[in-house]
């Protein structure tokens, strides 16, 4: 991934951490939520179309944004803090080159292959 776009998902990954100091919780809920998306990725265990389907519900910026304007509407603390989670969870992915995936393998991404290329 291009350098340009590797600083943009940590400017999102800033802007979730901020967002989240708005928040009324203690600062290690943060570091201890961080992973808990990668939850979507037990669709796998079915099938790589359901996989995809589990883990892109868990890794896409929209669905973590719908959740935070629903806990702005609603005043809800919770919806807030797991909407400010999803984001933050989904700009350290694309960081590391891990994109929303395709349902036809974990490692086919909308960012490109995942893992060791093989260059033969």
Known sequence: MKLSLKLEELAQFGLAIYLFSLLDFAWWWFPALL???????LGYLVNPKIGA?????FHHKGVALAVYLLGVILESQELLLVGCILFGHSAMDRILGYGLKYPDSFQNTHLGPVGKQDNA
């Open 35 to 41: 992973l808990t998306p990668d939850v979507g990725m």
């Open 53 to 57: 389907l589990t883990y892109n519900l």
